[in-house]
């Protein structure tokens, strides 16, 4: 069964200064992950996805990930915050393989601070 | 594209009372998720549907909560009788393959 470990449940940093958003994930075969981002009173919105191409994904806002599998990893990063990262962030990974019906798998949520 | 058009927005009812949210996933998409958000329990998936077919209700909480999506383009969430504890926020998401597009979501009080 897949599953998903955000191993920070919060993170601070300040504005101008690398994020580091980490995430473990499990998974029988070859996963598909994202990472979505929700803004305070807002919907979700996908920031990024990894599906078996390229293991460097680059998303919008300047975030990108590396898909590891020898690591079971997808962390997510930013070179430089802005006040506007500010929210909460979401490894999500989906059901896949041949019953590939969109069923996402949430990690618990990691809120990022940006201290100006 | 519109997107996920999800209402209402907001609601507030009594204790008691039948709440019906109401889902427009995007055009083309074949398969349609409700999804609960709390503090305490973070996003739970309800429900999915795939060409209009119940596939997994196995997270719905309890006989309270029913979901149909009688067409392509149209789903309801039904809670009847509604309790406190089902105050949250509630997205419905729909998807055509692995990325689901999430609506904006119904913030629903119960008092």
């Given at each position: 069964?897949?599953?998903v470990?955000q191993?920070?449940?919060?993170?601070?940093?300040s504005?101008?200064?690398?994020?580091?958003l980490?995430?473990?994930y499990?998974?029988s075969?070859?996963?598909?992950?994202f990472?979505?981002?929700q803004?305070?009173?807002?919907?979700?919105q996908?920031?990024?996805?990894?599906?078996?191409a390229?293991?460097?994904?680059?998303?919008?806002?300047g975030?990108?990930?590396?898909f590891?599998?020898?690591?079971?990893?997808?962390?997510?990063?930013?070179?430089?915050?802005?006040?506007s990262?500010?929210?909460?962030?979401f490894c999500?990974?989906?059901?896949?393989?041949?019953s590939?019906?969109?069923?996402?798998i949430f990690?618990?949520?990691?809120?990022?601070?940006?201290k100006? | 594209?519109?997107?996920?058009i999800?209402s209402p927005?907001?609601?507030?009812?009594?204790?008691?009372?039948?709440?019906?949210l109401?889902?427009?996933?995007?055009?083309?998409?074949?398969?349609?998720?409700?999804?609960?958000q709390?503090?305490?329990r973070?996003?739970e998936?309800?429900?999915?549907?795939?060409?209009?077919?119940?596939?997994?209700?196995?997270?719905?909480?309890?006989?309270?909560?029913?979901a149909?999506?009688?067409?392509?383009?149209?789903?309801t969430?039904?809670?009847?009788?509604?309790?406190?504890?089902?105050?949250a926020?509630?997205?419905?998401?729909?998807?055509?393959?692995?990325?689901?597009?999430?609506?904006?979501?119904?913030?629903?009080?119960?008092?």
């Open positions: 069964a897949q599953s470990t191993l920070d449940s919060h993170v601070s940093v504005e101008g200064t690398p994020v580091l980490r995430c473990n499990s998974s075969y070859s996963p598909s992950l990472w979505y981002v803004h305070p009173n807002k919907g979700l996908l920031l990024l996805k990894y599906t078996s390229a293991t460097l994904v680059k998303g919008i806002n975030f990108e990930a590396e590891k599998k020898s690591e079971t990893s997808f962390h997510l990063t930013k070179p430089s915050a802005h006040m990262d500010a929210a909460e962030y999500v990974v989906s059901e896949g393989g041949s590939n019906t969109g069923k996402l990690g618990q949520g990691t809120t990022l601070q940006v100006p | 594209d519109a997107g996920v999800q927005r907001h609601e507030v009812t009594e204790m008691g009372q039948e709440v019906t109401r889902c427009k996933p995007i055009s083309g998409h074949n398969s349609l998720f409700w999804y609960r709390t503090m305490m973070g996003l998936l309800l429900i999915y549907f795939n060409n209009n077919v119940p596939i997994d209700d196995s997270g719905m909480p309890e006989d309270r909560f029913s149909k999506m009688p067409n392509a383009s149209f789903s969430l039904k809670i009847q009788p509604s309790e406190p504890r089902d105050s926020v509630y997205f419905c998401a729909s998807s055509l393959g692995h990325v689901n597009t999430f609506g904006s979501g119904t913030r629903l009080t119960v008092v």
